[in-house]
């Protein structure tokens, strides 16, 4: 097989941050199936998302071309990504930005704690990122006195009722309005004690706390969606404007972006900027798409660093097969079309990436062994491949990755027994006589006895025929 390291660092090691859970997935989605509020929060959610994505995509007639243009862009950009980030590090330097390279979460957070303490400031506002969820930014800087202040409604849901996300594009899903404004009335600073449980209420409430802490904060961390190599300039795109606000008020503007975001051209931009929206949200356009390349005298952050984050994608990138992994655009479709996310919900899946996505990308970046629940988080019923704007197949890739997962010694000497037995006539011959005695254990789907009895807890076990296709050939 070909290995692709970025050259940075030497080896690839494994990712860390808050990409693993401290229990399996099937005893995490124990707890989320027992739920029926948050399995009703979540039903509603995505069905709402789903019907309005598939209007959206319906009405454009070159959709799957987009799809295909996607995929294109995203191959070509992993077959050679070292060169594309060179480029890209060339480009903001050039315009009078910083880069600074992190091999892992720790060294990302430490870079970034650092450029922070730098400005004097003990308090950053944030863009919704991805990014820095996963290398747990908000607990690094607390650590280091500074306090972070999320700035998407959603985002800021969860960090004031102290919680943790359950889907990318809507972390707060798992959450109705009754329980926002629960948690308002609890942890929002200066809110009215009369607030209500109007949307527009509640958003009002969370614009009038934001609106201070904009004007007052010298700092910004943001993520990317996408940055350009020709040109280095970066991308975001929100719905509230509060992205806007972090990215052009504060004079100093630190960006943590994965390495897989970077795209060759200006041109690639078309095509990401007509699927994201689409399969994300369902809207035409992104309400707010922000762009900046590095420093504009007078105009906007004075200081702008590009934190190029790792953790793990080199590993990834190494697997031709999983590296597809790398190409998502983070849209959160495959989320909203799966059974099993909604029925477990977000929390189950233990990483910050949840979902189908989730259970591909996480076990890659740890390392499957020490995420191996995760590839069996899913039926297979293949509708994440169908929904997803760049074709990243995902069922290919789950059983992929099941394959590198850790298995039962019981398991695999079963799996050997019954691949020995198919490799000698004789003996599958012997083995499907046999297999007819079970026809008195009793009936359909009881079950196979300890220590097989695992095997049929979920499935039935089918009844044998009365006559196998060796008897009924052999009869004629
Ligand atoms: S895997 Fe595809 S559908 Fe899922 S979040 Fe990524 S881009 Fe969207």
């Known amino acids: 097989m070909t290995r692709t390291f970025l050259g940075m660092p030497a080896t690839a090691p494994p990712g860390v941050g808050h990409l693993r859970g401290d229990e399996p997935f099937?005893?995490?989605?124990?707890?989320?199936?027992?739920?029926?509020?948050?399995?009703?929060?979540?039903?509603?959610?995505?069905?709402?998302?789903?019907?309005?994505?598939?209007?959206?995509?319906?009405?454009?007639?070159?959709?799957?071309?987009l799809r295909a243009a996607g995929s294109a862009i995203k191959a070509d950009v992993m077959a050679r990504l070292p060169e594309l980030l060179e480029q890209l590090e060339a480009a903001v330097?050039?315009?009078?930005?910083?880069?600074?390279?992190?091999?892992?979460?720790?060294?990302?957070?430490?870079?970034?704690?650092?450029?922070?303490?730098?400005?004097?400031?003990?308090?950053v506002i944030k863009v919704k990122s991805m990014a820095t969820q996963e290398i747990g930014l908000n607990e690094a800087l607390a650590a280091a006195g500074i306090t972070a202040v999320e700035t998407d409604l959603a985002e800021l849901i969860v960090q004031l009722g102290e919680d943790r996300p359950s889907h990318i594009l809507v972390p707060a899903i798992h959450r109705n309005r009754a329980e926002i404004r629960e948690i308002f009335l609890r942890a929002m600073p200066g809110v009215d004690p009369g607030l209500t449980d109007e949307p527009a209420a509640l958003a009002a409430a969370a614009r009038r706390?934001?609106?201070?802490?904009?004007?007052?904060?010298?700092?910004?961390?943001?993520?990317?969606?996408?940055?350009?190599?020709?040109?280095?300039?970066?991308?975001?795109?929100?719905?509230?404007?509060?992205?806007?606000?972090?990215?052009?008020?504060?004079?100093?503007?630190?960006?943590?972006?994965?390495?897989?975001?970077?795209?060759?051209?200006?041109?690639?931009?078309?095509?990401?900027?007509?699927?994201?929206?689409?399969?994300?949200?369902?809207?035409?356009?992104?309400?707010?798409?922000?762009?900046?390349?590095?420093?504009?005298?007078?105009?906007?952050?004075?200081?702008?660093?590009?934190?190029?984050?790792?953790?793990?994608?080199?590993?990834?990138?190494?697997?031709?097969?999983?590296?597809?992994?790398?190409?998502?655009?983070?849209?959160?479709?495959?989320?909203?079309?799966?059974?099993?996310?909604?029925?477990?919900?977000?929390?189950?899946?233990?990483?910050?990436?949840?979902?189908?996505?989730?259970?591909?990308?996480?076990?890659?970046?740890?390392?499957?062994?020490?995420?191996?629940?995760?590839?069996?988080?899913?039926?297979?019923?293949?509708?994440?491949?169908?929904?997803?704007?760049?074709?990243?197949?995902?069922?290919?890739?789950?059983?992929?990755?099941?394959?590198?997962?850790?298995?039962?010694?019981?398991?695999?000497?079963?799996?050997a027994a019954a691949a020995y037995t198919m490799d000698h006539p004789v003996l599958y011959a012997a083995a499907q006589r046999a297999a007819r005695l079970t026809r008195f254990a009793g009936r359909r789907g009881r079950g196979l006895p300890p220590p097989l009895s695992g095997w049929t807890l979920g499935r039935d076990l089918p009844t044998p025929p009365p006559e196998t296709f060796r008897d009924w050939w052999a009869n004629r």
């Open 209 to 415: 706390y934001l609106r201070q802490t904009f004007l007052t904060t010298p700092v910004a961390v943001s993520g990317a969606n996408v940055a350009v190599a020709e040109t280095g300039t970066l991308a975001v795109v929100e719905s509230e404007g509060n992205g806007r606000m972090c990215l052009t008020l504060p004079e100093t503007l630190i960006t943590v972006m994965g390495v897989e975001k970077v795209v060759p051209t200006w041109r690639d931009l078309e095509v990401f900027l007509q699927l994201l929206p689409r399969a994300s949200t369902g809207e035409r356009m992104n309400p707010y798409t922000s762009m900046w390349t590095g420093v504009t005298p007078g105009d906007g952050p004075q200081n702008v660093h590009l934190v190029l984050l790792d953790n793990g994608r080199s590993a990834v990138l190494a697997d031709e097969v999983g590296r597809q992994a790398l190409h998502c655009i983070r849209c959160s479709a495959c989320l909203n079309v799966c059974p099993v996310y909604e029925r477990a919900g977000g929390h189950a899946y233990g990483s910050v990436y949840p979902g189908p996505i989730g259970a591909v990308l996480s076990p890659q970046l740890t390392g499957v062994a020490d995420n191996a629940s995760l590839p069996y988080a899913s039926s297979l019923c293949g509708a994440c491949y169908d929904a997803c704007p760049v074709k990243i197949n995902i069922p290919e890739l789950l059983v992929h990755l099941r394959a590198q997962a850790p298995h039962p010694r019981a398991e695999a000497t079963v799996m």
């Open 93 to 123: 330097v050039a315009a009078g930005g910083t880069v600074h390279w992190a091999a892992d979460a720790v060294e990302a957070n430490r870079i970034v704690t650092e450029l922070v303490a730098a400005t004097g400031s003990d308090r």
């Open 26 to 65: 099937p005893a995490a989605a124990r707890r989320g199936l027992a739920d029926p509020q948050l399995r009703r929060n979540l039903r509603h959610a995505t069905t709402t998302i789903r019907g309005k994505s598939g209007a959206v995509i319906a009405e454009l007639p070159d959709w799957e071309r």
